[in-house]
Every structure is written in structure tokens, then in C-alpha cells.
């Protein structure tokens, strides 16, 4: 069964600076990796997809991965506090619909 | 932007009670998921759909069932509730996932439900 784990549980950022979350996961056959946001009070929505090894940059930003060392990581530039929220990394492996979510970051970006 | 519904909103159900959450999508999506929420837990798949008159389970089934009687519902069932599974629920919708990775998720605003 799939494992995805995500770290840091929490962390904190001064408005302007850059914030850097990671995400583990168990499958080796895995293809689709996803970063999904999610503030207080509301349901999860997808920030921005990845599927190939290296970089995707969407404005601020940044996905990376690296299947061969099972990673995937998302980094913040500029950081604002509406970008405070709940992060969580997704994945899905070939020839299934089913996503897999980590246990997420709670990052606060303080003014 | 696709939009799914879920109600109610908040529900407050007895032990060994019957409950029922809903949700209704109007993207036309073939797939659609139940997921609970807990602290220190993330998103939970409890059970999923790639279509009408079908469900699958997903990782922590026991004590759920799911019913997709058309495209656009899919409904969790607790038929014994238990204070375990007082959580936040989830539903989402998602194309065909055998579209390449194009199958991004969109959920609802979610139901709060205490079992007590």
C-alpha cells in the first residue's frame, strides 16, 4: 500500500520569504504527483501537478521531482499570507483512480 | 469551476445510528471519492467510483458503504455509527483517470459529522 509522508508538519515564514515543504512516498510505479491547498473551513484544492522528473514552475511556484530517490517537493517564493494554509502532497500510481494524500504541512506566513 | 456539493453540512448522529452523506457533482465526471479528515491523519480514502452503479474500496472501508446511483451522486452510508467515526468528510470528483494525469480532483466543502 501506498505511503506518503510529508514534512515538516508545520512551519513558519516571514511575508516575502521562501517556504520549502517535501513529500516521500512508497511506490516505485508511481506517475502523477499533485500539491493540493487547503484553508481553514474549507475543502482541498489542487495548486499544480507534476509527472515528470525535474522542475515545473507555476508564478511563485516551484514543484520538483525526483522518482528515483522518491520525491517530490514544492517550494514557496515570496510568500504571502494568503498562501497560509494547509499543504498536502498526492499521489497516484499508474492503471488506478486512486489518490493517496500525505498527512500535510501547515505552513503560516507571518507579516 | 467544477462544483461539488455536499450535504448536510454539519451532522450530529446517536451511536449505532444510521447516516447518510451526500454529494452531488455537476462536471459529468466519471470518478468520483470519499475521504475523512483527521488531525494528524491527512485525507483518508474510504471509498470511490468510476461510474454509475459502481464503488471500490479505498484504504479504510470498514464500517462505510457507498452507493453511486447516477453520474452526478455518490452517497456514504454509516449504517452503525460509531464515536470513531466522528471526522470531517470529503466527497471529490476527477475525470477518467486512464486520461494520461489528468484526472486533478475537485472536492466539496465538506460535512462535519459527531457521533456521540
Known sequence: QQKVQQSPESLIVPEGGMASLNCTFSDRNSQYFWWYRQHSGEGPKALMSIFSNGDKKEGRFTAHLNKASLHVSLHIKDSQPSDSALYFCAVRGTNTGKLTFGDGTVLTVKP | E?????????????????????????????NMYWYRQDTGHGLRLIHYSYGAGSTEK??????????????????????????????????????????????????????RLSVL
Open chain 2, 58 to 111: 479505498g484504504d479504510i472501508p470498514d464500517g462505510y458503504k457507498a452507493s453511486r446511483p447516477s453520474q452526478e451522486n455518490f452517497s456514504l452510508i454509516l449504517e452503525l455509527a460509531t464515536p470513531s467515526q466522528t471526522s470531517v468528510y470529503f466527497c471529490a470528483s476527477g475525470v477518467d483517470w486512464g486520461v494520461g494525469g489528468q484526472n486533478t480532483l475537485y472536492f466539496g466543502a465538506g460535512t
Open chain 2, 2 to 30: 467544477a462544483a461539488v456539493t455536499q450535504s448536510p453540512r454539519n451532522k450530529v448522529a446517536v451511536t449505532g445510528g444510521k447516516v447518510t452523506l451526500s454529494c452531488n457533482q455537476t462536471n459529468n465526471h466519471n
